[in-house]
């Protein structure tokens, strides 16, 4: 963790108000620290035992400010707070239970929006025969719904007895998620993701004649991104002009999502230390029916009550912890690369 | 969903049982009467009562002809294209002038054609008529303008038979006309005999059927635009035509003292053929 020297170092970094309080607040507690710290060999033992006590405090609260505040203030003028989220379910192993748990995880996030006061929209969804759904895209919109979905991207498993198994013996499945950055239209274009001229677009269908030969809807469109072979279709609109328009969200979301972590893998580039692995082929999180456990691999942090976070209630604590878990090592990036 | 409508509903592809039960949600009808009338081959566009046209959304009914894509995508680029093909255009787009540009849509249907210029062109810079031989159809249009919120000052759908030989006197219309439109029926009748029943058994044969060889209304309006005073001096027009149709319509319109152009659509068919008066 960082040392006081650190932090003084810090103090350049940023000079932002909400900064100076904290910083303020560090000193002057780490001064009243320092003050009482003869007390502590006061030869009264009343007098000794409420000044450990006090310094206690102290310590929890220095050590709140180190590892809370300061990294929620530092780490980095977020340019994702704003945005809104894209997010992407596939089924993976495991085929209708697969399918059909991606349909339970599809719930959790529209309850979790729900009860963030985000607008959730299923904007394109195909069924499993079998059961349940074999991928979906769904669009969160309200500001903070990226930075707080944005850790769910990567491989969720289930481990469960499937309803249809006679045998009651466990199978695992997965569901692979990806939390892509949603940015407004206009913004798209000041980002300058991407040019018209690097952009294909193709109508999807055979229609034989045309025109008044055929009055068969098919609304699908196939946008390809010529620089990074990106493909998008959407066809899930009787509208082509709205499929259009989703395509082209799509797309801004991957190539904002490409954008961002090519700007932290070159701020890592730039230091020795190690890059933590952003691999949306890890397996993250395991859902265990049988324990009523959810656990998350990466901070090794369980919920003893999977119904609650399959409700969308209890997510919020490993949002919470991922965002934290995100900041801290924000922090120790930057003060390790301060040297 | 029961084992019924499972096998019923095997017979449709996935997204068009995805706005069957959007529909029947949306209006409290049962999704089996709606996949059933899908099932007897009846458009969607019928049963759920509209159709997307570029970003509006159109009322469709029976038999009034459903707007297809490849109307839509030549509509469009004529709303891009029309304002740049000649000075007195340019000008007319770039502010207000003493005079509105006349537009007149032959064939008008559910308006798709002169509702969607109305919408794309800044208020005020036209004023456009579309006549139809149907009723129904010269009601729908007007309906549609009202639901895109497009003035009765603006466009106005009339009941007319552009075969007629009295047509250029009649009172519903009044040239001469800047910009002419249309997309007359031209299908075959031997091809008609060959349709899906999804077109010919739900859509009115006169949108669809060209004459014999599907060239008819071609010639007539021909005619038309080769009468005095029927177009303006500088005047454009933009036909859609059948796959394998544009060269000799093309060929009518340039006998008749037209500049032609032949646009392609986007699945490569020859679809729209644009005249400028020599
Ligand atoms: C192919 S549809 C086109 C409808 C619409 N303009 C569109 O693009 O969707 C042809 C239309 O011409 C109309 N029509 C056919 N014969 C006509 C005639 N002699 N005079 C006026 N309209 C006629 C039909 O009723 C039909 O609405």
């Not at chain 1, 985000?118 to 499993?128: G, K, P, S, Y």
Request: hydrophobic share 35%.
């Amino acid at each position: 963790m960082a040392t006081p020297e650190d932090v003084a170092r810090l103090r350049q970094l940023k000079e932002t108000e909400p900064l100076q309080v904290a910083w303020d607040d560090w000193t002057s507690t780490r001064k009243v620290l320092e003050d009482m710290t003869p007390l502590l060999n006061d030869p009264d033992p009343a007098m000794k035992a409420l000044a450990s006590e006090e310094a206690s405090e102290l310590d929890q609260k220095l050590s709140n400010i180190l590892k809370e505040t300061l990294p929620s203030l530092l780490v980095p003028p977020s340019t994702t707070a704003n945005l809104s989220a894209l997010v992407e379910l596939k089924s993976g192993v495991g085929g209708t239970e697969s399918s059909l748990f991606l349909a339970t995880l599809l719930r959790m996030y529209m309850r979790f929006s729900q009860s963030n006061s985000w607008q959730a929209t299923v904007v394109a969804d195909n069924e499993n025969e079998g059961g349940g759904i074999k991928d979906a895209i769904v669009e969160i919109k309200g500001v903070g719904a990226y930075d707080a979905l944005r850790w769910e991207s990567g491989v969720h498993r289930v481990q469960r007895v499937p309803a249809t198994e006679s045998g009651g013996r466990v199978h695992t499945s997965t569901v692979a998620v990806i939390v892509l950055p949603l940015i407004e239209e206009k913004d798209a274009q000041k980002e300058e993701l991407y040019s018209m001229d690097d952009i294909k677009l193709e109508v999807m269908r055979a229609r034989g004649a045309g025109g008044q030969h055929v009055n068969k809807t098919e609304s699908a469109v196939r946008l390809t991104h010529i620089p990074t072979g990106i493909t998008v279709s959407m066809q899930d609109e009787r509208s082509q002009h709205q499929n259009r328009r989703r395509a082209f969200q799509v797309l801004s979301a991957r190539l904002m999502d490409q954008k961002i972590t090519r700007e932290i893998a070159q701020r890592r580039a730039t230091k020795n230390n190690l890059i933590k692995s952003a691999d949306r082929s890890e397996k993250i999180r395991t859902y265990n029916y049988a324990q009523e456990r959810v656990t998350d691999h990466r901070i090794g942090f369980s919920v003893m009550n999977l119904t609650s976070v399959l409700e969308g209630d209890a997510l919020q604590e490993f949002t919470d912890r991922l965002r934290q878990d995100f900041e801290e090592t924000a922090m120790e990036d930057m003060l390790n690369s301060e040297s | 969903m029961h084992a019924f409508m499972r096998t019923l509903t095997s017979g449709l592809p996935g997204n068009e049982l995805k706005w069957l039960k959007q529909g029947a949600k949306e209006s409290n009808r049962s999704l089996e009467s709606l996949v059933k009338r899908r099932l007897a081959h009846e458009p969607i566009q019928y049963i759920l009562g509209t159709e997307p046209f570029g970003d509006l959304d159109l009322l469709c009914r029976a038999p009034v002809l459903i707007p297809r894509p490849e109307t839509h995508w030549w509509t469009a680029a004529l709303a891009e294209y029309l304002p740049k093909t000649n000075k007195r255009f340019a000008e007319h787009f770039a502010g207000p002038t003493s005079r509105t540009l006349s537009l007149l849509d032959l064939g008008t249907g559910s308006g798709c054609i002169p509702i969607l210029l109305c919408h794309l062109w800044p208020k005020g810079s036209i004023v456009a008529t579309g006549i139809d031989i149907s009723q129904h159809a010269v009601s729908l249009a007007n309906e549609n303008a009202t639901l895109c919120g497009i003035s009765r000052s603006t466009f106005k759908a009339a009941l007319a038979d552009f075969l007629d030989p009295a047509f250029p006197n009649a009172e519903t219309i009044n040239p001469p006309y800047d910009i002419l439109t249309s997309n007359p029926p031209y299908i075959t009748a031997d091809e008609y005999l060959h349709l899906d029943d999804d077109v010919a058994n739900f859509e009115d044969p006169t949108a669809l059927i060209g004459g014999s060889d599907g060239l008819q209304y071609y010639r007539d309006i021909a005619n038309l635009i080769s009468r005095d005073g029927f177009l303006s001096s500088d005047a454009v027009i933009a036909l859609e035509v059948g796959h394998s149709q544009a060269d000799v319509v093309s060929d009518m319109i340039h006998s008749k003292g037209f500049n032609t152009d032949i646009w392609r659509d986007p699945w490569g068919k020859k679809r729209t053929v644009i005249g400028h008066r020599r």
